[in-house]
């Protein structure tokens, strides 16, 4: 997912299979390029986010924890992943059912010196 400021959250979906479960689960061509800007920030996380229920049985699904990260996408990288763990944790009805990851990057700026001599 990419959170870019004054932007709605974008999803990027993943062109592969669970790795692991299958012998072929990388496509021939398993890489996505995306424009990335400075102050962009990449969220990569497992489905332990996302398919989680609260007490009426709802599933807070992808919507659910973009709306999560627009809402901590200004904040430190430190504190925007407290706070989706934290919000994600407090939708949850009782402890994770699924392994949870969570892989925050800011894009800075570059210096413009590419491949100097």
Known sequence: MILRRGN??????SRNKVLG????ALEPEPSTEIDVH?????????????????????????????EIANAGGTLPLSEMKSLILDRVAAWRS????????????????????????
């Open 8 to 13: 709605s959250p974008e999803l990027i979906e």
């Open 21 to 24: 479960l299958f012998e072929h």
């Open 38 to 66: 400075p102050g962009d920030r990449v969220l990569i996380y497992t489905d332990g986010l996302t398919e989680t229920f609260n007490a009426r049985g709802e599933m807070l699904g992808i919507d659910g924890l973009a």
């Open 94 to 117: 009782g402890p994770a059912q699924d392994d949870i990851s969570l892989v925050l990057l800011e894009i800075g700026a570059t210096n413009g010196n590419q491949g100097d001599g």
